[in-house]
């Protein structure tokens, strides 16, 4: 892949792409720049045709340990607030249509534990350890922390999470084989189903229902809904056009 100095890129299976976060000496602290990178590598996979899933990852110790705490401690609010201190995190959550997982081993603390909820799937090792520890440096979770954990946890166990700052293990899982299955079906369902389920979040169930069915409907000027229904009725296996 493209050579970044805070990230590793490779497509590892066909149609998968892999982000490895490099920063080993920080334990991958979310420092500005490693942002920048993965940043880049997002949109790059986004806009590869070829791409079907994309897969973020760390080290066996540390998926991130948050964002860096160093080049946090001299911020002020002035600089903070003006230069939007953080947005920039949201580009995953915000613009990436392709479908995401987050594969996490070891810490995922902080912004780091923001990072995966922000994809879409997270997937897990036996030694995954999530937490929002911000309140222990005297602030509060800063990427969408205290909005997707509520909505993963619900209300009761994100308050306790997020005021007691104390760490949580995730399920044993690191079923890698998501990805791939993702990846081999057709790119236009699978951005449409990742649209449609998102939009759950945002909209009331009645509009949400009909947002869906306009998509369904849509669906039917691909070329991927015949391939689809015509190989179920051939019993064959489709050989999607990703059109
Ligand atoms: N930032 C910067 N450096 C870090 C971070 C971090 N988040 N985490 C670890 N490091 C560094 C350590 O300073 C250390 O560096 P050095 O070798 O130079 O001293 C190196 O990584 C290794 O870390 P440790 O020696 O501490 O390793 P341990 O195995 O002893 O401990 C822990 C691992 C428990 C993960 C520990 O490193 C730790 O508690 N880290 C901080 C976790 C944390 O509090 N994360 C939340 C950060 S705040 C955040 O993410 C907010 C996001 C949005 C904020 C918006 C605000 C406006």
């Known amino acids: 892949g493209a050579s970044y100095e805070h990230i590793l890129t490779s497509s590892a299976k066909p149609g998968v792409g892999l982000i490895t976060l490099n920063r ?6 979310l420092c500005s720049p490693l942002f920048t990178e993965l940043n880049d590598a ?6 590869d045709k070829d791409i079907g899933a994309i897969v973020i990852t760390g080290s066996e110790k540390a998926f991130a340990a948050g964002a860096d705490i160093k080049e946090m401690a001299p911020l002020t609010f002035s600089s903070a607030y003006t230069n939007n201190f953080i947005a920039p995190w949201s580009h995953l959550a915000n613009n990436i249509r392709t479908p995401t997982i987050a594969a996490v081993s070891g810490y995922a ?20 350890t999530f937490g929002q520890p911000e309140i222990k440096l005297g602030v509060i979770p800063g990427a969408g922390g205290s909005q997707r954990l509520t909505n993963a946890v619900g209300k009761s166990k994100a308050m306790e999470l997020i005021l007691t700052g104390k760490n949580f293990s995730g399920k044993e899982a690191g079923e890698w084989g998501v990805a791939a299955e993702i990846a081999g079906y057709s790119r236009v369902a699978t951005v449409a189903a990742k649209e449609v389920v998102n939009k ?6 009645r509009e949400g229902v009909e947002y869906e069915r306009r998509l369904f409907h849509g669906l039917f000027g691909s070329q991927d809904q015949k391939i689809g229904m015509t190989a179920f009725a051939e019993k064959k296996k489709p050989e999607w056009s990703h059109e």
């Not at 997002?42 to 806009?47: C, E, M, N, R, V």
């Not at 603390?109 to 995954?128: F, H, N, Q, R």
């Open 24 to 29: 080993p000496k920080a334990l991958n602290a």
């Open 109 to 128: 603390l902080g912004g780091g534990c923001e990072l995966a909820l922000m994809c879409d799937i997270i997937y897990c090792s036996s030694t995954a």
């Open 42 to 47: 997002l949109s790059k996979y986004d806009a």
């Open 200 to 205: 759950s979040q945002e909209l009331s169930l």
